[in-house]
């Protein structure tokens, strides 16, 4: 018979309060169980002494018949010194998934692309101003003047669409 310390849920919708219990590895989760060494009270505050109450004695002696805890359970019996609970390693725990990685490499390569037309864009206008400085004035002057024909035309669209309407 394979035994089990493991978590036992009771309490109310939302309200969760748990045995710990030793059971038969086969019996269900809230069922029939061999013995109640303890009890654990999520809700309470992490430093709370009730919060975890646990029967060393009781746990001691089912730890040396062979039970196995469950990783909360060894969680706890780590905590009072019952049970050496190893470290478990999973590296690729914070590697982000396959689609993430994709998306970082769009945005790399698109952040890359506006740099390079950035750097362009502020070359060619250092060698235009090397060619001719006096040629830089004439343009902007025609900026001007182009500027107010353009307010016009967005003046005469909205009153365009509103006949339309």
Do not use: C, H
């Not at 009270?41 to 196995?68: F, M």
């Not at 969680?75 to 725990?93: I, V």
């Not at 353009?150 to 009153?159: I, L, N, S």
């Amino acid at each position: 018979m394979a035994v089990v310390m493991r978590l036992s849920r009771g309490g109310s919708k939302k309200r969760p309060y748990y045995r710990i219990v030793v059971a038969d590895k086969r019996s269900p989760r809230d069922g029939k169980y061999l013995e109640q060494i303890g009890m654990y009270n999520p809700l309470l505050a992490k430093d709370d002494e009730g919060r975890v109450k646990v029967d060393t004695d009781r746990a001691k002696y089912w730890l040396g018949v062979g039970a196995q805890p469950s990783d909360r359970v060894a969680r706890f019996l780590d905590a009072e010194g019952l049970y050496e609970r190893t470290a478990r390693n999973n590296p690729k725990k914070a590697e982000p998934g396959e689609k993430a990685k994709e998306r970082e490499e769009e945005r790399k390569e698109k952040t890359a692309a506006a740099e390079e037309a950035a750097k362009e864009a502020a070359a060619a206008p250092a060698e235009e101003e090397a060619a001719a400085p006096e040629a830089e004035a004439a343009p902007a002057e025609e900026a001007k003047e182009d500027a107010p024909a353009v307010e016009e035309t967005k003046e005469e669209a909205p009153a365009e669409e509103k006949a339309e309407g």
